[in-house]
C-alpha cells in the first residue's frame, strides 16, 4: 500500500491570508487521517516578488494553526538545475522553441486581430515566433533576451489522449486551451507549470489538494508529465474561500492575513476547528468554481 504525500506549496510573496490557511488544513488533514507524510515546499523561482520576511511568516503561520509538516523544507530557488535539465529533455525532442516577443508586442497582435482565440486564462499567444526558420532563431538567439515555450499543439499529439482524477472524477486532459505556454523566460530559468511537475515528482506526492483555481493548469502538468515520464498524483480541488464581495482572496488585492487576524486576537485552534468544519469567519465564504 503507498504512502500518501500532500504537500503545500506557498510563494513567499505575500503574508498568507485564510484561504491559504484553508487549502494548508485540507492537504495537511488528508496526508494525517491516512498515516501519510505533508510536506511544505517554497515556490520561489521569481526573484523580484520572493522575499526572506515572507518566508518567515508562512512558517510563523503554519506553527500558528498548529501544521507541522515532515522533512526538510524544499527551495525550488535551489532546485534550478534539475528544472534546466527537464527543459534539455524537452528541447530534444523538438517540442520547444524560442520566443522573442515583448509582452506588449504580443498585446498589440492581439488587439490587431479580429479572432484571437481565447484560453482559460485570457488571450492566446499568437504563435508568433513558432513561424520563424531556424537561421532567424540561431540568429536571434545569440544577442535576444528571448522565453521558451511548448509547441502544444505537436506536444498534445505526440502525448496522446490524457486522463487525469479529480478526486474521483475522471477528466480528459485539453492542454491546447492554454496555447504554446511559457515553461522558461530571462528573467525565471523555470516556470511554475515546469518546477511545479518536476517537484511534484521528486517529492513522491501521492495526492495534490489545492484550490478550484488551479483546476484547468492541470491540463497542461498532466501534459508535461506524459512528456517528461512522470508519475500523475490524484487530484484534489477544493471550494476557494471569498471575501464579503464575493472575491477570491488574494494578497494582490489586500487580502486580510493571518498576521492580521493573529494580531486581533483570534484563537488559532478555534479557526482551524471552524476551517475543518466548513464554518468561515463573518465576511468570508467559499465558492467551488
Not at 526573484?47 to 500558528?64: F, Q, S, T, V
Not at 528571448?146 to 480528459?172: C, F, M, N
Not at 512528456?227 to 464581495?245: N, R
Request: aromatic residues 6%.
Amino acid at each position: 500500500m503507498r504512502e500518501v504525500v500532500t504537500r503545500f506549496a506557498p510563494s513567499p510573496t505575500g503574508r498568507l491570508h485564510l484561504g491559504h490557511a484553508y487549502s494548508a488544513l485540507l492537504a495537511h488533514d488528508f496526508a494525517r487521517d491516512r498515516g501519510g507524510a505533508f510536506l511544505l515546499r517554497i515556490e520561489d523561482i521569481d526573484p523580484k516578488r520572493a522575499r526572506p520576511e515572507h518566508l518567515d511568516g508562512i512558517i510563523e503561520d503554519l506553527n500558528w494553526l498548529g501544521l507541522e509538516y515532515d522533512g526538510e523544507i524544499l527551495y525550488q530557488s535551489e532546485r534550478l538545475p534539475l528544472y534546466s535539465e527537464a527543459l534539455e529533455r524537452l528541447k530534444a525532442m523538438d517540442l520547444l522553441y524560442p520566443c522573442f516577443c515583448t509582452r506588449s508586442a504580443i498585446a498589440a497582435e492581439i488587439a490587431a486581430s479580429a479572432t484571437a482565440p481565447q484560453g482559460p486564462d485570457g488571450p492566446l499567444y499568437p504563435g508568433t515566433c513558432r513561424r520563424l526558420g531556424d537561421p532567424e532563431r540561431s540568429k536571434r538567439l545569440a544577442g535576444e533576451p528571448h522565453a521558451w515555450r511548448l509547441d502544444i499543439v505537436s506536444a498534445s499529439r505526440l502525448a496522446g489522449p490524457l486522463y487525469w482524477k479529480d478526486g474521483d472524477t475522471e477528466v480528459q486532459a485539453e492542454a491546447e486551451r492554454f496555447g504554446d505556454v511559457v515553461l522558461a523566460r530571462k528573467d525565471a530559468p523555470t516556470s511554475y507549470h515546469l518546477a511545479v511537475t518536476v517537484d511534484d515528482s521528486a517529492q513522491r506526492v501521492t495526492d495534490v489538494v489545492r484550490g478550484r483555481d488551479l483546476f484547468a493548469t492541470t491540463d497542461v502538468h498532466r501534459l508535461l508529465q506524459a512528456l517528461l515520464g512522470l508519475p500523475t498524483p490524484h487530484y484534489h480541488h477544493h471550494p476557494l474561500v471569498l471575501d464579503g464581495e464575493g472575491r477570491r482572496l488574494a494578497k494582490r488585492d489586500g487580502a486580510p492575513s493571518l498576521a492580521d487576524l493573529r494580531a486581533s486576537g483570534v484563537d488559532p485552534a478555534a479557526l482551524a476547528a471552524d476551517l475543518r468544519a466548513g464554518r468561515l469567519p463573518a465576511g468570508y465564504s467559499a465558492a467551488a468554481l
